[in-house]
Every structure is written in structure tokens, then in C-alpha cells.
């Protein structure tokens, strides 16, 4: 979806580079439905694949029937060890009114596109969905609860993605707090409350996009005792749950909701299962993106964290605009801020707004774990023209600056 909206917008604009493509650009949403639809289907890996390897798959809903047995496919399964990785769904919060709304798992495959679209919450899923269909020309309004989208980042980062956003369209309010939906599928008024004052805004679609969580009646977990943590189950750094033999894997343990930490747990508790605790799960570096338009990404320390836990530390943060690879793209811009050891000038943490996040980040995530320093890093010659030159760049200590808490 994100990459439909994106290669949209680059149509519309390419007269720019010397190719006509007329007044208008039109939008074909079955297409882009069929594609995603098409893609997920791919990226499936075929059950004769894992049977290959001797497992027996069981296609269907799995229940627990009590806490060694597990029904799935008609069938009783039973086993010494359990592993859940059942997945999330999306919270939808108690407010009158809620059926009116969709999901963010609704919102990629709706059968008409939405000319305008209410989101309520202004954390990643909000945020990636505002960009993409903003880009595809719909009329977006974010509703973020706190003061600041995406607050898991430093004010000053999430605030140049959401000015860039409002920049394209968007529409933020926040400090909101929905009070309640009203109206009829295709003119649903969301009932807010902004700033003290009550407000309303009328779209053909209101999305609930204020998170994930596992939910136990899917898989009948509250029936055989397992507690609870915040997100998911509460697990132990093996990724045991409250019972020794149950293993509980990605958003079911709700840890970090991201696809790859998922695949890294799923690994560990299985494991764990089969040879007895040899392995305990370590979250230090755990590199993450946003897939907004531009992109955002993080991995290690913020300067807020860094703030709090006390460590003395450098900044160096920097406008990206005007980079050389950015003019040449057409897709211009960023933000750069990197926090440093004051004593070793070695990264602590790395955030981003870039058109290449996704794979900056992934580099930075190395200076981390590789325990580098800024001289280091900065004597590293970079391809231009590049992204990258320029985080390469500003590694450099020239460019820093003591750390003032915020």
C-alpha cells in the first residue's frame, strides 16, 4: 500500500523530470487491492515446505483443550512442549459507536477507495496508513491521543515526520481523545474532544489504528491459566510462559511487535522447547522502521532514554534537505539525529526521517553492536552520490553537540 501511494505520487510529479503523463493520473485501487492480495499469497510459505523438514501441519483455528492438548483441523493434538504464535489482532476501544469503524486489517482491502479517511491514533500503524493513502489522494485526519505522534521517538524527530505530513495534507489533531462515532457507513462523524474544546470530523471511513494485542479467547490461553503481560502473555527471557511447558513467540509474548523480532523469538522458544532452556532472547539492538513517506527508523537510545538512565552523551542532529542523491530522486528531505557516549564517542542510538531509512538503519544497528566509535565511522569513505554519505558524514565529531536534556 505504502509503495502504491508512493509511485502515485512520483507519477503525478514526473513532469519534473521530462515525461508527460497528461492532467491527470488516474487511480486504480483494484489493482492495488489484487496486488497486495497476490503478494501475500507469495510470501506464504507452502505447508509441503515445513513437511519436507518432518513437521506435520494442521491448517485451521487452533483452541487449547486443556494445557497439554491443543484442538486444530478437527483433530486433538497433543504435545510435551507448546509453542503459541498465534499473532495479534487490533484494539478496538470501547467507545459508542465502534461498529461504524474499520480496522487497519479492513483498511488494506476495502472494496471502494475511501475519498476521505478519519484515523484514529497516531502511532506507527496510524502514521503509514496517513501517508499512503494521503498519497493516493485521499483527504486524511490523524486523531493521536498524545501530545506528539509516534511517542516512542524524540520530540524533535517525530515532529519533522508529522510536519512533512501535514506538508502533503494531512490533518492532526492532537492531545484528542475520541468520545464517540455517529452517522452511517460512507458519512461516519468522529466525535472528538481537542484541546479542551469538542470537535467533529465527517469522512467516508473512520479506521481504529491505536494498536495490537494478543488476544487469549482466539486460542482459549485464559482457560488454562496463562497470565498476562502487557501486550501478549507474560513470558521469561526463554520465552517460557506461566507454564514451564508453554513457549510464547512474537506478538503472543508482546515483547517488540516487529516481523523480524517475531522470526528471531519463534527460533529461540522453539529452541527452548526442544533442548531445555539453552538460549535466552537479547532485545539491545533491535533496528526498526516506520514505513511513512519518507521513512522513519531508530535502533539503540534515544536522547530522551539516554537522559533519563543518566548517561553523559553527545548529539548530532541535521536537516538532511538538499542532499545530493535527495535532488536527483525528487524525493528530498530528512532529519538525522544521532546520540553518542560523551567519554568513548561510541553510538548509543540513531533516528531517522530518510527516503532510505530502512536500510540506513540497518547499518547504524552494526555501529552499535560493533561497539564503534565516530572516528571510526566517519573515516569510512561512502558512495555519492548516496544516502548514506551523509550519515557517514555526521558521525563525525565535528558534529556534535553536548547533550542538553530535553
Known sequence: MVRSGRIHRLVKEAGA???RTGPDVALDWDTIVRR???IVRELQPPAAAFEKSGAKIYLGEARFVNAHTVQADGRQIQG????IAAGSEPVVPPVPGCGLAITSDDLLFLPQFPQSLVLVGGGVIGLEMAGAFSDLGSTVTVIARDPEVLPTLDGDVAAYIRKT????GVTF????TLERLS????AITAHITSGGAPLAVTAQQVCL???RRYTPRRTGTDAIGLEHGGLGLRVDAYLRTTLPHVYAAGDAAGNVQLTPTAAYEGKT??????RGNVETVEYTVVPQTIFTTPEVARVGLTQAEATRRGVKCHVARHDLTGASNGRVTGEDGGYLKLVFDGATEKVLGVQMVSWAAAELIQLAALAIRTGANAGLLSSQLAIHPSHGERLIKFFGHDHHEVCAPE
Open 183 to 186: 452517522g452511517a457507513r460512507g
Open 209 to 211: 489504528a491505536i494498536g
Open 80 to 83: 510435551d512442549k507448546i509453542v
Open 173 to 176: 489533531h492532537l492531545g484528542a
Open 36 to 38: 497486495q492480495h497476490a
Open 165 to 168: 505530513l501535514e506538508g502533503r
Open 269 to 274: 522458544a522453539a529452541l527452548n522447547a526442544l
Open 17 to 19: 523530470f521530462g515525461t
